[in-house]
């Protein structure tokens, strides 16, 4: 058994291919120094896209417009199932149309601060830059997006801003913006300018002579696992939220792609860096498989609350208004109700600590609609949130317009991913990682509604135009075959895990570890964390992993459909992932947004960031399982929004 | 509760199938079916059988990926998605039958896994707005009236899970294919393919092998999401628009 608590400083992180001068003209003037590629040799060079998510499914199709010979992967059955689908409450846009006082820089200004000042004001400039386009583009893809009366588009307020640039599509935003990108996506497919591979799962990158050239992937129907090669690849394949087992991503959504470029070379940027949600349903027992997140948007007239007295379990009608805190406006009272998530995520987690939650096991909040029925009358309260109270009524059997809705934080989106330079390129050279699976433009936290404007900037915008410069400049590669001896190690390597999982024929199920790691890392790398919680669990991780590969049971054989093997697999990386995320956070002895190091609070109780000693992102490379990595800093240089520590009173 | 389950198993596309008989115990009406599914197949495992395969990801009701007939009807007793379905729906005894979705443009994979991608192939031949990255006018150039845009939403809310070819019994796809159609056809960006997009669709979809549709409406009684039997008259009254202006040329 290996396992770590330090490591090893390298060189520092340089991004390239950042411009200079002022920070409105870098993307023209990136993408002016950009080299093109003739519009007449697209074709002959291959793009591996892996993901169909916002990024991944926007990035295809338009990969694919251009000329390039496109391969896309993805696991699910079909690429319009992405995760990003899931996505409820809107997409940031810095058109003012309500002329409240928006603009880009304030969006900008917005997204750097709302990301804890751990973020590229590069990046976060040219993503509001873009946001004006992507919603011109997804109307013109017909995407359904709310109008008013007068045909023109509706936008509206969410978490944690104070102007209305939230376009949305009721609660489903993520799904109609999907349908968007897979639609424009299948008309790239039946042109035969994309080769889709669904039902097909990437489980390790090709990397020769220093650039990567290719996949190893897994038919999910047959089992085969096969290589794929290319000039370039790019990983779209989501965020790790799942390594906490009780998430809100989808229950396979995984790891893998990322953790095995990691494994290859890719450097892992902030993995300490998680949201978590602060409006999710409770859970009801430990048969719970996931958590299902309710519409931030909720908290623009819900207010929440939890009784004043410890252990009150009157039901919420019985209590009467002077013996309930409504902590949030009490707290912080010019933002009441909208401060940011990681803000009102840590509010809950703490009235719940002082034992003052309520339903099962203490662990929840009201999330209550009162004041809002009284207010606007019960159709109002109907016609903004139907969708949100019917979900949730059946899933817990309670009418939120008669009983206030329970909720409590949840896993919901990871910040961190791998490190990419300007140009969405990892330190692997041709590989490139776009939407959440890079750790790009958030920081340390994501305001509501941005992760649909970045996988679309990434997908429609970014990547389009600076893979082509990585193209130009590497015109003439030697040829890589399937047959070429490194692409038949990596195969080789691949399998030979594959056949270790089955053969081990122990005595416990997938599953089972995946809940003992996820409830590890809930309680040392969650909502707060502590050197001793951290070294704790880095202890636990490696004896969890040596046990799953003494006791792993997974049945059936690798030359069929199998669902046991696929999660065994994935959790072989969490296993991995979640070390190097306790790492990162043990290292990281600072508060900063999704990151709240509880020995760095203001005597106040609020989260202290350390901008002398942290102002930077971590990137990590893989040195060995279990071995100390190699971490390399990137500082981060605030010339347009000064650092300050955030005021949300 | 205590269930009994009787389950399809079929090995592979290519094997015979049959219904085979479990017990499971310790059921909390706050689980959700596929939860339920899950304490199933943990057992499965520990008793060295191999577990029940079927389709599933986000357990929120939106992807679309579960596809369970459940007691002969398509997602179970509730209009939702099987992910979605609680126990608090069934009573401590049942016997629950689970049946992948029978329809011979979805053959089964494995168990309750089926292959659905003749829907893929029918979005392919149409059900798209031709605008390539880039080209797409300011968002406020064309008004879109809110009755279209409603319109439009209320169609483009499928999430292509064939609990409508499902629940026909002709194994029709009608209301999946005419709630891309509506969605797109009535707004002012996908005007310009509207007769392409109609005929060339439902020229895909009779090519996979659905039947065809008799409006017994079982499809929209199915539907998680509410698409409206009427959508299917919307899309015969598209496709017969198109076809004369087709005819006329």
């Known amino acids: 058994m290996t396992s770590y608590t330090d490591y090893t400083?390298?060189?520092?992180?340089?991004?390239?291919?950042?411009?200079?001068?002022?920070?409105?003209?870098?993307?023209?003037?990136?993408?002016?120094?950009?080299?093109?590629?003739?519009?007449?040799?697209?074709?002959?060079?291959?793009?591996?896209?892996?993901?169909?998510?916002?990024?991944?499914?926007?990035?295809?199709?338009?990969?694919?417009?251009?000329?390039?010979?496109?391969?896309?992967?993805?696991?699910?059955?079909?690429?319009?199932?992405?995760?990003?689908?899931?996505?409820?409450?809107?997409?940031?846009?810095?058109?003012?149309?309500?002329?409240?006082?928006?603009?880009?820089?304030?969006?900008?200004?917005?997204?750097?601060?709302?990301?804890?000042?751990?973020?590229?004001?590069?990046?976060?400039?040219?993503?509001?830059?873009?946001?004006v386009e992507i919603i011109d583009q997804c109307v013109a893809q017909g995407v359904p997006f709310a109008r008013e009366y007068g045909g023109l588009l509706d936008t509206r307020s969410f978490g944690g801003v104070q102007v209305s640039r939230t376009f949305y599509a009721r609660g489903q935003t993520g799904q109609?913006?999907?349908?968007?990108?897979?639609?424009?996506?299948?008309?790239?497919?039946?042109?035969?300018?994309?080769?889709?591979?669904?039902?097909?799962?990437?489980?390790?990158?090709?990397?020769?002579?220093?650039?990567?050239?290719?996949?190893?992937?897994?038919?999910?129907?047959?089992?085969?696992?096969?290589?794929?090669?290319?000039?370039?690849?790019?990983?779209a394949s989501g965020g790790y939220g799942n390594v906490f087992y009780l998430s809100t991503n989808a229950m396979n959504s995984n790891a893998t792609a990322v953790w095995r470029a990691h494994r290859r070379g890719a450097h892992f940027a902030n993995p300490c860096f998680t949201q978590i949600h602060p409006t999710c349903i409770p859970r009801t027992g430990d048969h719970q498989s996931k958590l299902t997140l309710m519409s931030e948007s909720l908290r623009n007239d819900g207010r929440i609350w939890v009784p004043k007295a410890k252990g009150d379990t009157r039901p919420p009608n019985q209590i009467p208004e002077d013996e309930r805190d409504y902590y949030l406006e009490r707290i912080y009272p010019s933002f009441g109700n909208l401060v940011p998530r990681d803000i009102a995520s840590r509010a809950a987690k703490n009235v719940c600590d002082e034992g003052r939650g309520i339903g099962p096991g203490g662990q929840g909040v009201y999330l209550d609609f009162a004041d809002a029925?009284?207010?606007?009358?019960?159709?109002?309260?109907?016609?903004?949130?139907?969708?949100?109270?019917?979900?949730?009524?059946?899933?817990?059997?309670?009418?939120?317009?008669e009983v206030p809705m329970r909720i409590y934080p949840a896993v919901h989106y990871t910040m961190g991913g791998l490190w990419v330079d300007y140009d969405?390129?990892?330190?692997?050279?041709?590989?490139?990682?776009?939407?959440?699976?890079?750790?790009?433009?958030?920081?340390?936290?994501?305001?509501?509604?941005?992760?649909?404007?970045?996988?679309?900037?990434?997908?429609?915008?970014?990547?389009?135009?600076?893979?082509?410069?990585?193209?130009?400049?590497?015109?003439?590669?030697?040829?890589?075959?399937?047959?070429?001896?490194?692409?038949?190690?990596m195969l080789a390597d691949t399998e030979d895990r594959l056949n270790l999982l089955l053969a081990v024929d122990?005595?416990?199920?997938?599953?089972?570890?995946?809940?003992?790691?996820?409830?590890?890392?809930?309680?040392?790398?969650?909502?707060?964390?502590?050197?001793?919680?951290?070294?704790?669990?880095?202890?636990?991780?490696?004896?969890?992993?040596?046990?799953?590969?003494?006791?792993?049971?997974?049945?059936?054989?690798?030359?069929?459909?199998?669902?046991?093997?696929?999660?065994?697999?994935?959790?072989?990386?969490?296993?991995?992932?979640?070390?190097?995320?306790?790492?990162?956070?043990?290292?990281?002895?600072?508060?900063c947004g999704g990151h709240f190091r509880e020995e760095s609070q203001t005597p106040e109780g609020e989260a202290a960031r350390r901008d002398d000693t942290f102002a930077y992102a971590a990137a990590w490379e893989f040195t060995g399982t279990g071995v100390a990595p190699t971490l390399h800093k990137e500082d981060l240089v605030f010339e347009y929004v000064h650092p300050t520590q955030r005021s949300y009173a | 509760m205590k269930l009994t389950l009787r389950v399809w198993r079929q090995k592979n596309a290519d094997a015979d199938g049959a219904m085979s008989t479990y017990a499971v115990d310790g059921i909390s009406s706050d689980m959700s079916f596929l939860e339920m599914l899950d304490i199933l197949n943990e057992q499965l495992i520990l008793s060295g059988e191999e577990p029940v395969a079927f389709d599933h990801d986000c357990r929120e009701g939106i992807c679309g990926a579960?596809?369970?007939?459940?007691?002969?009807?398509?997602?179970?007793?509730?209009?939702?998605?099987?992910?979605?379905?609680?126990?608090?729906?069934?009573?401590?005894?049942?016997?629950?039958?689970?049946?992948?979705?029978?329809?011979?443009?979805?053959?089964?994979?494995?168990?309750?896994?089926?292959?659905?991608?003749?829907?893929?192939?029918?979005?392919?031949?149409?059900?798209?707005?031709?605008?390539?990255?880039?080209?797409?006018?300011?968002?406020?150039?064309?008004?879109?009236?809110?009755?279209?845009?409603?319109?439009?939403?209320?169609h483009a809310e499928c999430i292509g899970c064939g609990a409508c070819v499902a629940a026909c019994p002709n194994g029709a796809a009608m209301l999946f294919t005419s709630a891309k159609i509506n969605h797109l056809n009535v707004l002012p960006q996908g005007a310009p393919e509207r007769e392409t997009r109609v005929l060339d669709m439902v020229a895909q979809m009779d090519s996979e092998g659905f039947g065809g549709c008799t409006l017994t409406g079982e499809c929209a009684t199915a539907c998680p999401k509410g698409i409206p039997l009427v959508s299917i008259t919307s899309m015969n009254k598209e496709w017969l628009r198109a076809a004369r202006k087709a005819g006329k040329r």
């Open chain 1, 9 to 131: 400083t390298g060189e520092p992180a340089v991004d390239s291919k950042a411009p200079s001068g002022p920070v409105h003209e870098r993307w023209d003037k990136r993408r002016f120094e950009a080299r093109l590629v003739n519009p007449a040799n697209r074709r002959k060079h291959t793009i591996i896209v892996v993901g169909t998510g916002l990024a991944g499914g926007a990035a295809g199709a338009t990969l694919a417009e251009q000329g390039y010979h496109v391969v896309q992967f993805c696991y699910q059955d079909s690429p319009r199932r992405a995760h990003s689908i899931a996505a409820q409450g809107g997409i940031n846009a810095a058109k003012n149309y309500r002329n409240d006082g928006d603009s880009i820089h304030r969006l900008f200004y917005d997204t750097v601060k709302g990301g804890d000042f751990r973020a590229r004001e590069s990046n976060v400039h040219r993503l509001a830059q873009i946001s």
């Open chain 1, 176 to 235: 109609q913006l999907l349908l968007g990108a897979y639609q424009a996506l299948s008309r790239q497919i039946a042109a035969g300018n994309v080769e889709m591979h669904p039902r097909t799962e990437m489980l390790d990158l090709i990397v020769v002579d220093g650039r990567a050239r290719g996949i190893v992937a897994r038919d999910l129907v047959t089992g085969k696992t096969d290589t794929y090669v290319a000039d370039a690849v790019v990983l």
């Open chain 1, 373 to 401: 029925i009284r207010r606007m009358g019960r159709a109002a309260v109907e016609a903004r949130y139907g969708n949100l109270f019917d979900m949730y009524q059946r899933i817990t059997d309670e009418d939120p317009y």
């Open chain 1, 424 to 489: 969405l390129q990892t330190t692997v050279p041709g590989l490139f990682a776009i939407g959440e699976a890079n750790f790009s433009d958030h920081g340390a936290n994501r305001l509501g509604a941005s992760a649909l404007m970045q996988g679309l900037a990434d997908g429609y915008f970014v990547l389009p135009a600076t893979i082509n410069d990585y193209l130009a400049r590497n015109p003439h590669q030697d040829p890589v075959t399937p047959e070429h001896p490194v692409v038949q190690e």
């Open chain 1, 506 to 591: 122990g005595d416990r199920t997938p599953d089972s570890f995946h809940r003992e790691l996820g409830e590890l890392m809930w309680e040392f790398c969650g909502m707060a964390r502590t050197e001793s919680g951290l070294r704790k669990a880095l202890e636990r991780i490696p004896q969890i992993r040596e046990e799953f590969w003494r006791r792993i049971k997974v049945p059936g054989t690798g030359e069929e459909f199998n669902q046991s093997l696929e999660k065994a697999n994935r959790i072989v990386d969490y296993l991995e992932l979640a070390e190097l995320m306790c790492l990162d956070a043990l290292h990281r002895a600072e508060s």
């Open chain 2, 66 to 154: 579960c596809s369970l007939v459940i007691n002969g009807e398509a997602h179970g007793p509730e209009r939702t998605t099987a992910c979605q379905l609680h126990m608090r729906s069934f009573q401590d005894g049942d016997t629950i039958d689970i049946e992948p979705w029978r329809a011979s443009a979805f053959p089964v994979i494995r168990d309750l896994v089926v292959d659905r991608s003749a829907f893929d192939r029918i979005i392919q031949a149409g059900g798209y707005v031709t605008a390539p990255t880039g080209s797409a006018p300011e968002a406020h150039a064309t008004p879109v009236p809110k009755a279209d845009a409603d319109f439009a939403f209320e």
